[in-house]
């Protein structure tokens, strides 16, 4: 089964082909002109605003995913502005250890929905997962991407940028929305 995951990001297309790899399905890229404007004011909308463009442009059924971290000494933020918290990821990451910098809680989460859309805009299943965990005081590791290199899962003492592919795939929020997913899927 070839599914369009609505994403430009080429490294969350590669970690969910990883994820599913075993189940039969292949994530394919959306096509060009794909490029939504992310209006929603929550995970879920927005990742069926991405899944409903990339179905419509491409015709066929399309996954999308909106994710971000979620800090509970900053009110939730950077939330969805995750990815648009500053201009580079090491930018991203500066900003975050210098807002937390006085903070002693530094308990955050990540978040990921999924949705699956059809070409005419249909939801046929939305999944939420979640990592939670605690920021550093500086990065570390060089895997992954995002806040990866700041943010230690609970029950590890490892930052998700120190654990090999496998490891952040088994207990990663999108590996915990994806695996949703395919149950979905493989009961269709």
């Known amino acids: ?38 209006t929603g004011s929550t995970f879920a909308e927005n990742s069926y605003i991405k899944a409903a463009d990339a179905a419509k442009l491409s015709g066929k059924t399309a996954l999308a995913d909106d994710s971000g971290l979620c800090v509970d000494a900053l009110n939730g933020a950077p ?26 809680n530094r308990n955050a989460q990540f978040v990921c929905c999924m949705t699956l859309v059809t070409p005419d805009g249909q939801i046929l299943n939305q999944t939420t997962g979640y990592c ?19 943010f230690i899962p609970n029950d590890y003492n490892i930052t998700i940028a120190e654990m090999d592919e496998q490891t952040k795939n088994q207990i990663s929020h999108r590996g915990n929305a994806l695996r949703q997913m395919l149950t979905y899927l493989s009961n269709l």
Not at 80 to 98: G, M, P
Not at 132 to 141: L, N, W
Request: charged share 30%; no cysteine; proline share 7%.
């Open 79 to 104: 939330g969805l502005y995750s990815a648009r918290y500053a201009e580079t990821q090491e930018l991203r990451i500066q900003r975050l250890l210098r807002e937390l910098a006085d903070k002693p």
């Open 1 to 38: 089964m070839e599914i369009v995951f609505a994403t430009n990001n080429i490294n969350k297309l590669k970690e969910v082909n990883e994820i599913a790899k075993v189940s039969g399905v292949k994530f394919i890229r959306p096509p060009e002109g794909f490029n939504p404007d992310e």
């Open 132 to 150: 939670k965990g605690h920021i550093t005081d500086s990065p570390r590791g060089v895997n992954g991407f995002g806040y990866d290199p700041v």
